[in-house]
């Protein structure tokens, strides 16, 4: 039921005038906002690209090497791509600091890239590259050591499986949506027992070439001097071959619907697990479309948060997700944990339906302004922190694009069209390929 709350007319013009400030305040604010540079270095040897950001808001300097493969790249097994990232971190230590447990390990793996941060003092500018530029050569850590990684990387794991208990659900929906085990659908736990050091060495053979690596410097450094470095550490490297990205191909059919029925002691509360593939036919590239997909999905997930909120409480959503890849396939995810007594067929149904009406009550130009301005000041705060900062540079660039500063970010949302916004999401919400696991908790 929908409750109208009257409000006195001056309060409503106060109202109503304060959003247009506000509005009008965030529009002035995100295009006058100077915007930071991002400068391409040319003398780069063999990489796939190189840039400086450099800005005084941080008395440090972050060199950001981003491999262009991660999970989605891995062989059989899977988990090679981030047992080789333990290895490559701890030998590029070992190769400049004499010692491969010199410092805590500053490289994450995620599904298409693996980065390596090494972060200091301006002054260290050249260390910081020289520790990015060993990265790039084949890991060399003695054989125990490196045998011994194997057993942390099971141990950490297992770890997140346990603290993350639908991490499996929705690798068995993906893997019922596409059709096989590698590539975005892999079987992480199955494949620990299968882990090697030799595949290791192979996959950095095949995927650390310089042509698949793009390098960050941001900070507290000179263009000139950014660039000086960069040549100089960067040089030796030669154009490469760039690894097939086979997962890219994967398209899942169009009139998929896949509902597949399980039981389990694994988790906590019976579980819908929904996934929807979203094929942008018409394009080649996200990066075109990154202002409309940051707005839009702003909007689908507070539509979504709302339905089940609020119009139907037995709906404990545990994560809703959308991941957009750079040639414009996109999935949304959607986990939820259920209410007792709720039956996994109502709750399946009632899911369908939410997502089936989602659009009912057109996109209005005020809802996209909201989230608009939301994500323009998620951008700008982006440059208070350092961390932030970097997680906005690498972003993009995690797929082989140029990266985007926070403030050029916010002014290509402010260009975005609210015709682009609502086509964005009218794309998204029509009849897809679908995958969902019901799991059903037993004792």
Not at 94 to 116: F, G, H, Q
Not at 326 to 350: C, G, R, Y
Request: charged share 25%.
């Amino acid at each position: 039921m929908l409750v109208l709350i009257k409000l006195p007319f001056q309060r409503l013009m106060i109202m109503h005038l304060v959003r247009l400030f506000l509005s009008f305040y965030f529009l002035i604010f995100a295009v006058a906002v100077q915007a930071q540079s991002v400068i391409e270095l040319t003398d780069r040897g063999g990489l796939h690209a190189a840039y400086v950001v450099p800005t005084d808001d941080f008395n440090r300097v972050d060199v950001q090497l981003i491999v262009l493969s991660g999970m989605f790249d891995d062989p059989e097994p899977s988990g090679t791509a981030h047992l080789t990232e333990h290895l490559t971190a701890f030998s590029s230590d070992a190769t400049v600091l004499s010692n491969p447990r010199e410092r805590d390990i500053n490289a994450t793996t995620d599904s298409v890239s693996t980065v390596y941060t090494n972060s200091g003092a301006p002054s260290d500018a050249e260390l910081l590259l020289r520790l990015s530029r060993a990265v790039l050569d084949t890991p060399n850590v003695p054989k125990d050591f490196a045998e011994s990684e194997i057993d942390i990387i099971r141990r950490e794991t297992l770890l997140r499986e346990r603290q993350f208990s639908g991490r499996w659900l929705k690798r068995m929906a993906l893997q019922n949506l596409y059709g096989t085990l590698r590539g975005r659908a892999n079987n992480a736990v199955e494949d620990l027992s299968k882990l090697s050091v030799e595949k290791a060495y192979q996959f950095h053979k095949k995927h650390y070439a310089p042509s698949n690596v793009t390098l960050i410097v941001s900070g507290k450094i000179q263009p000139d001097n950014a660039a000086e470095l960069v040549a100089r550490v960067f040089g030796d490297t030669e154009p490469s071959a760039v690894p097939e990205k086979n997962w890219l191909d994967q398209k899942p059919d169009p009139e998929l619907r896949s509902v597949e029925y399980i039981e389990t002691d694994r988790l906590t509360r019976d579980t819908v697990q929904y996934i929807k593939f979203v094929d942008f036919a018409d394009r080649s590239s996200s990066i075109d479309m990154q202002g409309a997909f940051f707005i839009a999905t702003n909007i689908l997930m507070s539509r979504l948060e709302n339905a089940f909120h609020f119009e139907d409480q037995r709906f404990l959503i545990d994560e809703i997700g959308l991941h957009f890849v750079k040639n414009a396939d996109l999935e949304l995810s959607i986990d939820v944990q259920l209410m007792p007594d709720f039956s996994l067929d109502a709750a399946h149904n009632t899911l369908i339906n939410t997502v089936s009406n989602l659009l009912n009550e057109p996109i209005s130009s005020h809802e996209i302004d909201q989230a608009r301005q939301k994500e323009v000041t998620s951008a700008l705060h982006a440059k208070r922190r350092p961390t932030d900062f970097l997680a906005f540079l690498k972003n993009v660039a995690a797929d082989g694009f140029p990266p985007v500063s926070p403030s050029v970010f916010a002014n290509l949302l402010t260009r975005t069209t609210d015709q682009e916004v609502i086509d964005f999401i009218e794309t998204v919400m029509k009849p897809s390929a679908t995958s969902v696991i019901l799991a059903k908790r037993v004792d």
